[in-house]
Every structure is written in C-alpha cells, then in structure tokens.
C-alpha cells in the first residue's frame, strides 16, 4: 500500500456507506503504511491573507515539476502568505470541495522538506473540510482554480499548532511552506465523463450516460437476476486503472433489482463519498478492481457477493437480494 499524506486527519465514518462494508462500520479510510495525525484541532478565526514573503522556487518551476523551494528568509509572516504562481484557468475550487493536487511541504526556517507528492506519483485526493486537512490548506486554495500552482505559508495557528507533528519532524514554532498544484476539483455536481459504451444486453440494467451532475437513470429489466457478478463500463474513462487495494472516490446509487427501489445514494445526499476497497463488499471490491477513472460502472450485485441473509439493519435491502449500482469513478486516493 503506498504511504498516506501526513497532512491529512483520518477520514470521518459515513454512516450511510456502511450498507457497502463488510464489517458494517461505516468507517471510510486510505490506503496507508502508516497513520496519518489529526488535523489541527480547535478553530482558529480565519487568517488574513496576504502576499508574502515567501522563499523562491529556483527549480521544478513548471506546473506537474517538483519543485525544489530555498530556505526562508528572515522571518516568515504571521499571517497566511499566499501567491499564485501559475495562474490555471480551470473551475475555480470550493471549500468542502475535494481536490486533486501534487505538493511539496517544507519547513521555512530549514527547507527540510517533509512531505512531497511527486515522488510518489500520485496525486493526493483530500476535501477542503474543517477536520480533514490543516486550515491553512482551506484558506490558501479556496477560489484557486484548476491547472494553477499555488506557493503559500502556514504559521502554526492554521498548521498544526503548538504541538506540532512529531511524525513529519515539524515543532510546535515552525512556519510552513507549501507548493501545490491543483490538477482537478470534485463536488455533488461532479460526474463521469468518459466514452459511452454501447448497452446492448436487454436481461441487464440499463443507466443513464447524463454528465450533469446529476443521479442517471437505472431501468431494471423484468427478467431473472444474474447469478453472477457484473460489472460493465457505461462510460469508459481514460485514467489510471483502480487497484484491488486503492480507495476511490465516488458518486453512486443503488437500486434493488426486484422492484428497483433505491435504497442509496450520493446525489440524495449531495455528498461525494471516499473509501478503500477492501472495506466493501466483495461485489464492489471486484466490480471496480481493473476499471478507470473516470468512468461510469454498472455493478450487478449477487446476494453472495452482497450481503446474502445478512442485510444492514435499518436498510430497504432484503435478505438475499441482487443489488444494482451505477458508480461514477471520479478519482483514485
């Protein structure tokens, strides 16, 4: 499993995500080798934001390059040091949207960096939320938009306070330094936009391929549910393929296949949801393993894969039934 960011808290459970898990907790997580510390706690008022100073970059200066920061020169600001270097002309970003970003962190007395995302090639996927990363992050790139590079310092009252992070070898005085670029931004409205792929099959489930944002269309056909597992793209992306052991992030619904009831869904919650697949039921876990980001996914469910005679507590899911899900793979985290 690849390394976890250190700037990040640990995820909070979705409740209604637990009718996906095996364990039934609800709890939603990256894949990590090791744990990552809380988010800064309390809540600090917001800072003032203002331009500077902020140490150059001197190489890596493209956007998507590595970058390499100096060392900061006297002392930094007290308040959050925030400039746009390359300036994208993508959607603008939300707070409590989620983004994609690379970055590098290091500590402006030193320039030891502690943290940096290119050398893992991936990008990290984290909403801008009071709890999930420190609130410098919230306050820096909020209104920033797609495709843009962003330098910005965080002092400890919006990083992680008086008592640092032993773990990333920050101190409780030390100022941060952050280059990040911003490569994509999700919210409620966000949605698939891959290749339609033709629904030929009459004895299947045929979704909607709208890209609006809003929850596609699921038509159940009056015929016997498959006894095997199906998952079948209708729209095909063109990203990176997802790992039996990634956590992803996704727009869903889920529909029963007698009756075609729903019974869940992030668009009637107007929520984005995260979660490893190794927390979910099998069905999820091998229906999404192999297929792209970016895509739309049919998932068929069989009760042996679901939740056989075990349903959730509480839930519209009946003992031993099919269920049947459209899956929007917005991005690998």
């Known amino acids: 499993m690849r390394r976890r960011s250190l700037l990040i808290a640990v995820p909070a459970g979705l409740v209604t995500l637990s009718a ?34 902020l140490p150059a970059i001197t190489a890596g200066t493209k956007f998507g390059e590595k970058p390499t920061v100096a060392k900061g020169s006297g002392e930094p ?26 970055y590098l962190g290091q500590v402006w007395s030193s320039a030891k960096v502690f943290d940096n995302s290119y050398d893992r ?13 420190i609130d410098g992050w919230r306050y820096a790139l909020t209104g920033k ?23 990333a070898g920050i101190k409780g005085d030390d100022t941060l330094v952050f280059v990040v670029d911003i490569k994509d931004t999700f919210n409620a409205k966000s949605s698939a936009r891959g290749k339609q792929v033709p629904q030929d099959d009459a004895a299947l489930p045929k979704v909607g391929t709208n890209t609006d944002g809003a929850a596609p269309s699921i038509e159940v056909p009056k015929t016997d549910a498959p006894k095997k597992l199906v998952a079948q793209y209708v ?61 739309r996914v049919l998932v068929v469910i069989p009760p042996d894969l679901g939740y056989g005679d075990n349903p959730p507590q509480g839930s519209d899911i009946k003992k031993d039934s099919t269920l049947v899900f459209s899956v929007d793979i917005l991005a690998k985290m």
């Open 235 to 295: 729209l095909e992306g063109d990203g990176a393929e997802v790992g039996a052991q990634d956590s992803v992030l996704v727009q869903y619904k889920g529909v029963l296949w007698d009756g075609g009831k729903e019974f869940d869904s992030t668009y009637a919650r107007k929520q984005l949801t995260s979660f490893s697949l190794q927390q979910v039921v099998k069905g999820w876990a091998q229906g999404l393993t192999g297929k792209k980001v970016g895509s």
């Open 77 to 102: 600001s007290k308040d959050v040091a925030v400039k746009t270097v390359v300036a994208g002309g993508g959607r603008a970003v939300a707070e409590n949207d989620f983004i994609a970003a690379d």
């Open 145 to 167: 938009k797609t495709g843009s590079r962003v330098e910005f310092s965080v002092p400890p009252t919006w990083g992680y306070g008086e008592q640092g992070n032993e773990q």
């Open 20 to 53: 996906c898990g095996d364990d039934g907790s609800g709890s939603s997580s990256n894949a990590s080798d090791s744990p990552s510390p809380q988010a800064s706690a309390g809540s600090a008022p917001p800072p003032k934001i203002v331009d500077g100073p």
């Open 121 to 133: 090639k991936t990008p990290l996927v984290i909403q801008l939320a009071q709890g999930s990363i």
